[in-house]
């Protein structure tokens, strides 16, 4: 098995040195992209834009664009690992980058709605109702996940375009990101019998259906769409699946421990909320440690799903070492 080391020789320090690097590399070449897609038209109202505007181009980590390229960097043998070789290689999966963040982005605005999670802040900034109104967030978020097909549909290579919507949309729709999202708000608002008391097993099995949906099906699109983009083998978009489960839910209890240990300054978001709704997470269900062992077995998962790929998956690689050891 390959060794995964998220406090051990690689420590987190280089860890994190390397991939701040990387992810201000795929930064530099997404937010500009993210930019041109949001010039707008005559026919789009300035209030609508600017929400738009505010929305996407504000301070993400960017994790699911770089998905996306890393898995096309993941994909190709032989990867040039200088500044043009990366763009040669993202060019073809930059559509992609940038239509995936317009679905997290979406998702988020709509997440944050008095009738959701009813938060006021998001990457460090007022959310989207908060600094515009109510309906003109719905209405972003909206206009954001039809922007995200209408890019895919005409700028991905037109033999594989229908397969990225497809994908895509499978991974946005009632069974993936809206159903979990579903699910997750049924037990807090009492569509459904309460599990307070039911087996730690039951409660994790329901965790980790919504949490698969919710969150992990996006970081599987994003990742299959890098691979489709470059014309992945079935097995390299089998290994990218491998990985892509282990890492979404290692993700999701990460968040979750940044949620009950981190702090607003640095998550950039309200943080103990959770804990305030009794929501069901899994720090609630199995303990912080327990938490953690789970979240560092799903990394050792992760990274081992890519090890035949050698280098040219490094930066997955890395990114599912540094996601349990975040803090923000
Ligand atoms: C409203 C249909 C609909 C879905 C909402 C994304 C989501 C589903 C809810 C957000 C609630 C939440 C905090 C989920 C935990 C995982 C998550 C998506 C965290 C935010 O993603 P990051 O950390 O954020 O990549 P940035 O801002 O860096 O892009």
């Known amino acids: 098995m390959a060794s995964c080391q998220v406090s051990g ?36 109202p300035p209030r609508l834009l600017a929400a738009m505007r505010h929305v996407l181009l504000a301070p993400g980590k960017r994790l699911r664009p770089a998905l996306v390229l890393w898995a096309a960097d993941a994909c190709t043998r032989s990867v040039d690992r200088t500044d043009a070789g990366s763009r040669s290689r993202w060019e073809k999966a930059g559509a992609a980058a940038i239509a995936v963040e317009m679905i997290h ?11 959701m999670d009813d938060d006021d802040l998001r990457r460090g900034l007022p959310t989207c109702h908060r600094a515009f109104d109510e309906a003109t967030a719905i209405l972003c978020g909206d206009a954001l996940q039809a922007l995200a097909f209408e890019i895919l549909a005409s700028q991905m290579a037109p033999a594989i375009a229908a397969r990225g919507c497809l994908v895509l949309a499978q991974a946005a729709g009632a069974e993936a990101l809206v159903g979990g999202q579903s699910d997750d708000l049924s037990l807090e608002r009492g569509w459904v019998a309460d599990l307070s008391t039911a087996s ?45 489960r282990a890492f979404g839910l290692a993700f999701q209890i990460a968040d979750d421990l940044l949620d009950a240990e981190g702090t607003e300054a640095s998550v950039g978001k309200r943080v103990g909320k959770d804990v305030e709704r009794g929501k069901l997470t899994f720090p609630a269900v199995v303990g912080l440690k327990a938490s953690r062992s789970r979240g560092e077995a799903l990394v050792r998962e992760a990274v081992e799903a890519l090890s035949g790929m050698g280098e040219s998956a490094g930066e997955l690689t890395r990114l599912a070492q540094w996601i349990i050891a975040r803090d923000h």
């Open 9 to 44: 020789s690689q420590d987190a320090s280089s860890l994190n040195g390397s991939l701040t690097h990387s992810l201000a590399r795929v930064k530099a070449f997404v937010e500009p992209l993210l930019e041109t897609s949001l010039k707008g038209t005559a026919e789009v």
């Open 105 to 115: 982005a979406y998702s988020l605005v709509h997440d944050d709605l008095p009738a």
């Open 200 to 244: 730690t097993e039951a409660q994790t099995c329901w965790l980790e259906r919504v949490h698969r949906r919710k969150t992990g099906a996006l970081f599987l699109a994003a990742l299959k769409l890098g691979g489709l983009s470059v014309g992945a083998s079935a097995e390299q978009l089998l290994q990218l699946e491998a990985y892509g």
